[in-house]
């Protein structure tokens, strides 16, 4: 029995490295996107004017006599699958798909916060967990500059983790409610301009 546990603590204790290592790679993943979804947002202020402006022009004029030409202006998906639909001509077929593509486009753009969401509190509960066993260890023998140092490996990798998940957290909640938002007003525009074909 006595085996089996010293196997199982080895497997633990080696596993400290790695974890500490993809712990830190996804706290500078989290940095990196925090500092694009802040680029994101400032465009998403400048793109929510513009896409205000034709939504009204639309209920006014009507997906079908309107020129896109001067909303069509930047990188946004919601821009790109428009011109999508305009180039078919809104052909049924063809804007459903694109409303499809832009759906799993859209759950691919999630997917790093979601992963960092998840990973984040996951590595941190492991850098806690794993460096206890020594610092009970150190407890026990009574080396208390031992037991202090795992402990604060085991805080410290706590407090990262978290900080990861809470990245991922809020940029996923803003992000999801953009894509619902364009969603919608891409659909509300195909509606429209087949509306106009009956």
């Known amino acids: 029995m006595t085996l089996f546990t010293n196997i199982l603590y080895w497997i633990s204790t080696s596993l400290l490295i790695p974890i500490i290592v993809f712990l830190l790679l996804a706290f500078v993943k989290s940095l990196l996107m925090l500092g694009g ?4 947002y400032m465009s998403r202020l ?4 513009n896409a205000d402006r034709l939504l009204n022009h639309l209920k006014r004029e009507g997906a079908k006599k309107i020129d896109f030409a001067g909303y069509i202006q930047g990188k946004s998906l919601f821009l790109k699958y428009l011109k999508t639909m305009i180039d078919v001509s809104w052909h049924p077929v063809h804007c459903e798909k694109a409303v ?3 759906e ?4 691919k753009e999630l997917e790093i916060s979601k ?6 509190p996951m590595l ?3 850098g806690t ?3 206890m066993g020594p610092a009970l260890t150190g407890l026990a023998a009574g080396d208390i ?4 140092l795992n402990m604060q490996v085991a805080f410290s990798t706590t407090v990262v983790g978290i900080f990861i998940g809470a990245i991922g957290f809020v940029t996923q909640l803003v992000k999801q409610r953009w894509f619902a938002e364009d969603l919608n007003n891409l659909q509300y525009v195909y509606e429209l301009a087949r509306s106009e074909d009956r």
């Open 124 to 126: 941190g509960l492991m």
């Open 129 to 131: 967990l794993i460096p």
């Open 145 to 148: 500059a031992s037991m202090a």
């Open 46 to 49: 400048r793109f929510k004017k």
């Open 100 to 102: 499809s593509d832009f």
């Open 37 to 40: 979804f802040y680029g994101l």
């Open 104 to 107: 799993i486009e859209g759950e």
């Open 115 to 120: 992963t960092l969401m998840r990973i984040g």
